[in-house]
Structure formats: C-alpha cells, structure tokens
C-alpha cells in the first residue's frame, strides 16, 4: 500500500501530527489506494509561509516563462493520461472513458494557460489630459487557497491551479478527502515541468481542519473554491473576517427541457449521459426532465426501457456504464432522497435501492433511479440529489418548461430539446443559468469557456475561459504624466 505526504515548499512531508487516512476504491472497499497524511492547522501555517516567500520571487518571472511551463506541465499529462485515468477510477469510481475526459480537460485547461502567459491582456485609455499616459494592468495578487471536490478530481483542480498560478499567484491547495492519488499525481508533475519550490504546496486532509484553516489565514489572500452551496456560504461568512477575494462554484439542480418538436432519439441520449453519467455526481447534473405532455409517454417509454439497459460496475470495466457512488453517506443521501419523493407523493418508476448482484457487493452502488408524478414543490424537485435520481416533470408548454426550470435556488446549467429556433431563443434569454445548451445535455462544459452559475449556484465568478483570469489577477491603474507640470485632472480641463 502506498504511503503519501504533503508537499510543503518542495519537500514531501507527513503531517505534523503523525496522523493518516485511508484512500479506498468506492468500487470495491477492501482495496486501499493509500495513506493520507490527516493535516492540520500547524501544516497550513507551514504552507502558507512557504507560499508567501516564494510569492515574492515567482511574480516577477515574466508571464510568458510561467506560461511555458504549463506547456510542460500539459506535455506530461499528455503522456500519463491513462495512467492517471486509472488511478482517478480507482479512487473516484468514475467509468474509465469519463476519467479520460476528466484528464483530457485539464490538459485542455494546462495549454490554454500556458497561451494565456503571452495575452494576459491589460488596457491602454486616453487620458483626459494632454502629455499623460494612462493603462490598467493585471498584477499576481499572493496566496491562493485552491478547495477542490471529488467528482472532477484532475479537471477542477486544474481550472484553478493552473491560472492561479499562470497569474503570478502562489497556492496552498487542498484536494478533497476522497480523491487525494489523483491530485498528488498533479503536483508531481507541477513540480517535474520545472514549478519552483514553495510554488505550489498541498495538505491533505477534512475540510475542518485543512479547508478552514486556509479560509481562516490571515495570510491567504484569496479562497477559491467548488463543493456544496452549505459549505460555501460558511465560507464566504469566514473569509469575510478577512476579506479576502472568494470565487465559489456550488450547487445545481439543472433540467433538460424536452419540447413536443424535439428529436426525441437525441433528447434520449443527452438525459441518459446528463442524468447517470459519472453516477450523477456533477454539479451539472440533469436532475429534472421537464417533458412536454405532446411526447410524455412516448418519451417515458423510451426512456425506462434505456435506462434500464445501464450496467453498474466497476468503472475500470469496459462493461460497465454507471459507477458507484463515491462513498457510504453519499449514498445514504441518495437513499433518503428517494425515500423522501415516494412520501411526497412522487411516483418510483424505476431503481430505488443500492445495486445488488455480481461484482457489486463490496462497492456503494444505487441503480439509476427514475421518478414520475414529480410536481414543481415537491423536495425531491428543487435540492440537489448528487446522485443516479432523475425527477420527470410534466409541462404544458415552453413558457411553462421555463417556469419550472427557474423554480430553484440554484443556476447552473441547463438544457432545452427543440427544433424551433423561436423556442431556443427565448429559452436562452429567459432561463436563469450560468449555462444553456441547446440540443445537448447539460453536462459538458469546454475549458476555454466561462463555468459558473447563478443564484446560490456562485458568487459571481466565472472559471475557465479568460473569465478565470480576472479572479486570480488584480487590476492596477497606472497614469504616467510626462508633462513636466502639474495637471490637475477633472480641473485643468479646456473648456
Ligand atoms: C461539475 O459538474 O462539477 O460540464 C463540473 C461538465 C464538466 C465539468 C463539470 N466538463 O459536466
């Protein structure tokens, strides 16, 4: 079994507490991917410090040289995809072809930064007065605290270390609990393309006693963070008491809406991949199917007898479609969901308990989970599940689809199936959502796009894309007058 450690201004370390955790498979709980050092507070002070002296030296390395070496940095991931697939399927439970998406979007994100090295665009303004010359430039602001989850384990860490780090900035990064391997391997191969020590260190451990001493250091000066929406508002009240710069990225409940003119062989496909794949642990998830009453039952039909097709298993299987979920209490959530929506009143059309049979005894399985009858109120409708439950909800018509989209604190992605483009229009324009797709699932975000969403889905911030860069950079507004006088702006102004 396979001993980790911290990283902490370029060399591996234990925590200083002496304490570990165990790594296990979700897929089979016997195997052990290995040992965690269980961090602490004391190890973030040591991080931090170790990321405040190098700071002072990485901002000035021009961009373009912290450009080049994500380039590397992309060059070795290329070349260790399947590797880290593996491990990441291991440790996350996601089928093999998801994890290579996963890895390939980092890659994606890893050259896309390594490009941005040489953009990094600032502004150049007339100044209002003669003999004076006036720009706004991006400067690194200091200590990034990078708080990923387990669900995209090399891709979310990437969205955020990579232009963090591309910006000048340097990082404390705490990976989720469950998925520890997988961002290890990232910063091995951070630190082989030629990142600095102190550039980059990662503490391992429980978001109360790694990801709150981060938020609370008064030395990090900004959070960003993806997970839940509950953990995110404690810590946006938290780094308030230091104001700190907070980028969050939290909960959806998106729909897929399926008009009566749809394709209906391709809305098939886009629900069964937006709603069961990667187990339905994506905060993109298709959560809702809001289905025109015109093609309800047809749909439906065509829909169970699908579903029923999928084959749960061990992800690293070319048989299998649905992994497991990623441990015992998500799935007890996921359990008490599906409890909750037959009490509401919901109809359980199809699954509803843990995956049983051959290969699936010792993993956290739950059968892709189907409810009809589902009404706009009902729970089960409105809060994230984070699991294989998909809530069909009947509607009358496209103003109505929307309606019940919108009827959710969150707004991440959504999705609309029809061939009028008259529908796709006002769908674009009247969805609340970071995120529309038109004729595709809700899942699929591109890295050189904005992610993000609205309502209690963020606070505002956008990830990937240029979006991400205006998060890690500060603006610094700088008037140069070379008038060899006085000019007094706003004043000396010539009628
Ligand atoms: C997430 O759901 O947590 O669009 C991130 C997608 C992926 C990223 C999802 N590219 O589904």
């Known amino acids: 079994m396979k001993k980790y450690q911290n990283f902490i201004n370029g060399k591996w370390v234990d925590a200083k507490s002496g304490q570990t955790f165990e790594d296990r498979n979700p897929a089979n709980w016997d195997e052990v991917v290995g040992t965690f050092p269980k961090s602490g507070k004391e190890d973030v002070d040591e991080a931090?410090?170790?990321a405040r002296t190098a700071f002072e030296k990485w901002r000035l390395v021009p961009a373009p040289q912290r450009g080049n070496i994500l380039k590397k940095v992309g060059d070795i991931m290329t070349a260790r995809k399947e590797?880290?697939?593996?491990?990441?399927?291991r440790e996350m439970g996601k089928v093999i072809v998801e994890t290579r998406g996963d890895v390939q979007e980092g890659i994606d994100t890893a050259y896309y930064a390594a490009s941005e090295g040489r953009r990094l665009f600032g502004h150049t303004v007339p100044s209002e007065l003669p003999n004076k010359f006036n720009m706004a430039i991006r400067v690194p602001i200091g200590v990034a605290g990078i708080i990923t989850p387990w669900n995209f384990p090399m891709a979310i860490p990437t969205w955020k270390v990579f232009p963090a780090i591309l910006c000048g900035n340097t990082i404390v990064f705490k990976p989720a609990h469950d998925t520890p391997a997988t961002a290890t391997l990232l910063v091995e191969i951070l630190m082989e393309a030629g990142v600095p020590e102190g550039v980059v260190n990662i503490i391992?451990?429980?978001?109360?006693?790694?990801?709150?001493?981060?938020?609370?250091?008064?030395?990090?000066?900004?959070?960003?963070f993806t997970g839940s929406t509950a953990v995110g508002k404690k810590i946006s009240a938290s780094a308030s008491q230091t104001l700190k710069r907070v980028s969050l990225e939290l909960g959806g409940?998106?729909?897929?809406?399926?008009?009566?003119?749809?394709?209906?062989?391709?809305?098939?496909?886009?629900?069964l991949w937006g709603a069961f794949g990667t187990t339905g642990q994506r905060c993109t998830a298709t959560s809702r199917l809001l289905l025109h009453e015109k093609v309800y039952d047809k749909f439906m039909s065509m829909l169970v007898d699908r579903t029923q097709k999928l084959r749960l298993g061990d992800g690293l299987l070319a048989t299998t479609d649905v992994g497991p979920c990623i441990h015992e209490g998500q799935r007890k959530t996921v359990h008490g969901y599906v409890e909750l929506g037959q009490q509401e009143g919901a109809r359980l059309v199809l699954g509803g308990s843990v995956g049983a049979g051959n290969g699936l005894s010792k993993g956290w399985f739950y059968q892709p989970t189907i409810f009809t009858d589902v009404t706009p109120e009902m729970r089960i409708a409105k809060e994230e599940i984070f699991g294989p439950v998909l809530s069909v909800i009947r509607v009358k018509s496209l103003e109505e689809g929307i309606t019940v989209l919108n009827n959710t604190i969150y707004g991440l992605s959504s999705s609309i199936y029809t061939k009028d483009v008259n529908s796709a229009f006002k769908a674009i324009r009247d969805v609340k959502a970071g995120i529309t797709y038109i004729n595709a699932p809700t899942i699929g975000a591109e890295a050189h796009m904005p992610f993000g969403g609205v309502k209690q889905t963020g606070n505002g911030h956008r990830e990937g894309g240029w979006t991400v860069y205006d998060f890690f950079s500060e603006w610094k507004t700088v008037y140069i007058d070379y008038s060899g006088g006085l000019q007094r702006a706003q004043i000396d102004i010539e009628e």
Not at 208 to 222: K, R, S, T, Y
Not at 257 to 269: K, Q
Request: charged share 25%; net charge negative; proline share 2%.
């Open 204 to 224: 391992h451990g429980g978001g109360a006693d790694v990801g709150n001493a981060i938020v609370d250091h008064p030395d990090v000066d900004l959070i960003s």
């Open 48 to 50: 931090v410090k170790a």
């Open 83 to 89: 590797k880290i697939a593996r491990t990441m399927t």
């Open 253 to 271: 409940k998106n729909a897929q809406i399926v008009m009566d003119d749809a394709d209906l062989n391709l809305a098939l496909d886009g629900v």
